[in-house]
């Protein structure tokens, strides 16, 4: 059973934006720290982003500045904000609610040089 359901992932050019979603129940939602990770083929995945229930959020180095996480608690949704997208942002994209460790099925994201 799919617990967090993601949306929003496509093919855009680089320098373009895409905006991830990932909504799943109050149960696993409410206070929970989402984030969102990523898996690019060959390579091991890596954290993108988390942002706690207090929403402090948190970015890996390579998306600093370009990357926007947010959450909005009324719909137990999580959101990816991404700009100025590079090819090397390729991945199949993921979203975690850490406590529990429950994981999205992930959604993916090609960026075109």
């Known amino acids: 059973q799919v617990q967090l359901v993601e949306s929003g992932g496509g093919l855009v050019q680089a320098g373009g934006s895409l905006r991830l979603s990932c909504t799943t129940s109050t149960r696993i939602f409410s206070g929970n720290v989402m984030g969102w990770y990523r898996q690019a083929p060959g390579k091991q995945r890596e954290l993108v982003a988390y942002i706690t229930g207090g929403s402090s959020t948190n970015y890996a180095d390579s998306v600093k500045g370009r990357f926007t996480i947010s959450r909005d608690n009324a719909k137990n949704t999580v959101y990816l904000q991404m700009n100025s997208l590079k090819p090397e942002d390729t991945a199949v994209y993921y979203c975690?609610?850490?406590?529990?460790?429950?994981w999205g099925q992930g959604t993916q994201v090609t960026v075109s040089s």
């Open positions: 975690r609610a850490h406590r529990g460790d429950y």
